[in-house]
């Protein structure tokens, strides 16, 4: 075994033993690694912006937007360790999506799709639900594993450089694919049910949100809506989604 290798077993297993159980040793584990959520967000955050066209609101419409998302942020857990940005971009899809780190963007064709500040708050708070709840990190955990990340974190060997930049790319890529593909069935109701306390701890209503969903099932169902609709759909059921909204109390 590598000295390298050698070290990344050696603290994984000191973190399992000084934390005790594995929830403290998770909550360890993700101090530890907060600088590297924030880098893949940034890493993300500057790809997407490259590849879409950010739009600059109106100055009256862009205050409001972002007073709405800073009411909704001002109830998230993690608002104290993550600076949270708002981002729109042209796009006529009705979507928004998350980034680790605090990113969330909005496409133009969700703003001009909702009817009232509830029901974008409502679709928002979900997206900052996914950061709240660290999902993008977990996954990337799940899929790469502790190891590949602490050695990132470990990893500062310039003769080693190109791999590290190449492990970073890869984990990036898979934060990216949740974000345009979404989450598990899991993460994305667990997404609702936190999002939802985060809307109505701001002050919305939850029946607008209710509202929202209803309109959007009955609208993607139609064919001539084409490929507006298409993101979203590729999340739970939306028939699922409104029965669990309605049984959360």
């Known amino acids: 075994m590598s000295k ?15 934390a005790g159980s594995v929830g403290c040793a998770e ?25 879409k066209r950010v739009v600059q609101l109106p100055p009256a419409k862009a205050e409001h937007l972002n007073e709405l998302f800073e009411r ?11 600076h949270f940005r708002l981002t729109v971009i042209r796009d006529d899809s009705v979507n928004a999506f ?11 064709g969700l703003l001009s799709y909702v009817k009232n500040d509830s029901e974008l708050a409502g679709v928002l708070g979900h997206e900052i639900a996914h950061i709240d709840r660290s999902h993008s990190m977990k996954s990337i955990y ?26 970073f790319s890869e984990i990036a890529g898979v934060s990216m694919r949740l974000a345009q593909l979404g989450y598990s069935r899991n993460a994305e109701f ?36 084409g490929k507006a609709f298409t993101i979203l759909s590729t999340h739970p059921p939306t028939s699922e989604r409104i029965r669990q909204i309605e049984s959360l109390p």
């Open 98 to 108: 998350a980034l680790p780190g605090g990113y969330v963007f909005v496409n133009t």
């Open 142 to 167: 799940r899929s790469a594993g502790i190891s590949m990340a602490l050695v990132l974190l470990l990893n500062n060997d310039n003769n080693d450089d190109a791999r590290r930049k190449q492990i």
């Open 27 to 51: 909550s360890l584990f993700g101090s530890l690694t907060l600088g590297l959520e924030k880098n893949i967000g940034l890493y993300n955050y500057q790809s997407v912006t490259m590849e």
């Open 4 to 18: 390298k290798l050698a070290l990344v077993f050696t603290l994984s297993l000191m973190i399992f033993l000084l």
């Open 72 to 82: 909704l942020v001002s109830h998230s857990a993690r608002r104290n360790e993550l």
């Open 190 to 225: 667990e997404a609702d049910r936190y999002g939802l306390a985060i809307m109505e701890k701001s002050g919305y209503n939850k029946q607008d949100l209710l509202n929202f969903w209803r309109r959007f099932r009955a609208q993607s169902a139609e064919p001539e809506q």
